[in-house]
């Protein structure tokens, strides 16, 4: 029962990684983006929560298709967070389609993989 819990917690530590480099990269070379030392500080402590899970439990089948979905979600995500405020710095088409379209996937998977464990329960 405890499975999906820790799954869901790498799942969202992938995504905070994925904000946190897109975010990083942002406040060291982009001159729209004030430096903060914010992101540079959650990617160390997400890099470190996610090292210290991967050396202490196993992932489950289709964990790191999922965690990798979820990293590019959080890039992509800033991206379009980054776009909407400063539209001077180009369209926002193509990183909000990519958005959605990793959203409903990962939904699905997820949704599939939650019906394969009530399966093998019963």
Not at 35 to 55: D, E, K, N, T
């Amino acid at each position: 029962m405890e499975k999906p819990d820790r799954e869901n917690g790498t799942l969202l530590l992938t995504l905070i990684v994925g904000f946190s480099i897109n975010g990083s990269f942002a406040a060291l070379f982009s001159s729209v983006v004030p430096f903060s030392v914010f992101p540079i500080i959650a990617l160390l402590l997400a890099v470190y929560c996610l090292h210290q899970r991967y050396l202490n439990r196993a992932m489950l089948d289709g964990t790191p298709k999922l965690a990798a979905a979820c990293f590019l979600l959080g890039l992509l995500l800033y991206s379009v967070i980054m776009r909407v405020e400063h539209p001077q710095i180009g369209s926002n088409f193509l990183p909000s389609i990519l958005c959605v379209a990793l959203v409903f996937w990962i939904g699905f998977k997820l949704k599939a993989r939650k019906a394969l464990n009530e399966n093998a329960q019963e």
